[in-house]
């Protein structure tokens, strides 16, 4: 995966094989991400890649990251729903997505349109994590293994990555980790299970892109 932020505005999050080719969804919104990186850093946020993409945060904590699709670019924040957006400009990402939230561009000039709109979203989001607070998550599909939560601490982001899978693809991966007693057993199924969730993947499919 890509290492730099540098490296993704030329290349790509290089998690398919359409990374560093002309078909990748950076070519298209190269401008927008640039710009969208020098509102971030201007807000003060400390520049960071994971899982392949441009992700920001404050004290160690993600707070949002930014990334290409196919028909837009997109900053999105890991805790979403705790902010105000008087102006309505966030959206969930999917049907089963909780805590984060997305704002979509389809032209770079909108970036530069909402420049201090998008600073006013991006400080109240650094707030919110310094302040701690904690999205409340449903728990209507556990009960999570004692080992899956300890995971959620260790890795930003997964936490949200598995709640916004499926229903159906959550309860086959808790069953999956729950069918052994060893505890080492369990840790080692949720650890080789841990690029699938962050990659969107059910327990026995392949990660389809679009």
């Known amino acids: ?20 080719t002309p078909a990748c969804k950076v070519n298209d919104w190269r401008e927008g991400l640039i710009a969208l990186r020098k509102i971030v850093l201007e807000c003060g946020l400390v520049e960071e890649v994971k899982w392949g993409v441009p992700c920001y945060t404050v004290d160690g904590k993600n707070v949002l ?11 999105s924040f890991f805790k979403g729903t ?15 997505t909780q805590a984060a939230r997305l ?7 909108q ?18 994590e ?3 607070l904690k999205v409340e998550f449903r728990k209507d599909i556990g009960p999570f293994p004692d080992e899956l939560l300890q995971k959620f601490d260790e890795y930003p982001g997964l936490e949200e990555a598995f709640r916004a899978l499926t229903p159906g693809r959550q309860r086959e991966y808790l069953l999956f980790f729950s069918q052994t007693q ?10 080789k299970c841990i690029a699938k969730i962050l990659n969107g993947e059910g327990l026995n499919e392949q990660y389809k892109r679009k």
């Open 1 to 20: 995966m890509t290492k730099t932020v540098d490296q993704y505005l030329l290349d790509g999050c290089m998690r398919c094989k359409l990374g560093g």
């Open 65 to 75: 990251v930014i990334s290409a699709f196919k028909s837009f670019c997109s900053i």
């Open 82 to 96: 705790l902010l105000k957006d008087d102006a309505g400009l966030l959206q969930a990402a999917g049907e089963n």
């Open 103 to 109: 704002i979509k561009f389809t032209a770079t000039n």
């Open 111 to 128: 970036i530069f349109e909402q420049e201090n709109l998008l600073k006013s979203y991006i400080l109240e989001a650094v707030r919110i």
């Open 130 to 132: 310094q302040a701690g």
């Open 182 to 191: 060893k505890v080492a057993t369990r840790i080692g199924r949720i650890e």
